[in-house]
């Protein structure tokens, strides 16, 4: 077999993978799978590199299947917060996909990414003919949704610090690896990036980080924030949405 071909191989089982996987497609028919399968395309980016910007035209539903996609939104003045950070496996772009409006928000490649794109012509017609994969697809927006409202509220109810623990304790449930140290969160974000996840400057994320660090909450191994103290953490939180 040539490298060419072996090459191609492995990029249809990471796109096969992606599909059965994700929730939206794995309770599809393998027929219905491989159908979709073969309307997908690939597409590699370099670090940094613009997906889309707010305000373009869809293009259609994309799949991480290896790196990392930041989605954000940029003020008139360029100031720009992180709306969240697709990893391998997870799906976005549905909104768009769905009423063929300009694009809400932002994406750039964090570090090489390798994506796996539906085309809005060629999905659409499919899923008219897919029920279920119409419901699946109103969850994964009913879950976008939820998520939007849950940052809505965080941002009147909850103060800096109340936010920058429910937003580590959320990253160390999707990416967690629990060590003996504590759990390490497997997302590696600069405070710079962190900052903007909150809509703050680095120097105040690095203020919190550091008091956490000297009281045991939290340390910081090779730039990887390892979560020494949940319950504390949580703490924070609760008691700031009591207050």
């Not at 994700?22 to 399968?37: C, K």
């Not at 796996?116 to 003919?129: A, N, S, V």
């Not at 974000?189 to 994320?205: C, F, I, K, P, Y």
């Amino acid at each position: 077999m040539s490298p060419g071909v072996q090459q191609l191989q492995q990029v249809q089982q990471r796109k096969h993978r992606l599909l059965a996987n994700h929730f939206l497609f794995r309770d599809s028919p393998a027929t219905s799978l491989s159908r979709i399968l073969d309307l997908s395309v690939t597409r590699e980016m370099m670090d940094d590199e613009v997906l889309f910007l707010k305000g373009d035209e869809p293009d259609g539903l994309y799949g991480v299947l290896g790196g990392r996609v930041k989605i954000s939104v940029e003020s008139a003045s360029g100031k720009e917060i992180i709306l969240n950070i697709m990893e391998a496996g997870e799906i976005f772009g549905e909104i768009a996909l769905l009423d063929g409006e300009p694009r809400t928000a932002d994406a750039r490649a964090m570090g090489p990414a390798s994506l796996l794109l539906l085309r809005r012509r060629d999905f659409l017609p499919y899923l008219e003919r897919d029920p279920q994969l119409c419901l699946h697809l109103m969850t994964l927006l009913c879950r976008r949704l939820r998520w939007t409202s849950g940052l809505i509220e965080d941002s009147a109810f909850l103060g800096l610090p109340g936010r920058l623990a429910k937003r580590l304790l959320g990253l160390a449930r999707a990416s967690g690896e629990t060590t003996s140290a504590g759990v390490v969160i497997g997302l590696r974000l600069s405070q710079h990036e962190l900052g903007h996840m909150l809509g703050v400057t680095r120097e105040a994320v690095n203020k919190i980080l550091q008091r956490w660090r000297r009281s045991g909450l939290i340390d910081i191994d090779r730039g990887r924030i390892v979560i020494c103290d949940s319950a504390g953490l949580a703490a924070i939180v609760n008691d700031e949405t009591l207050g």
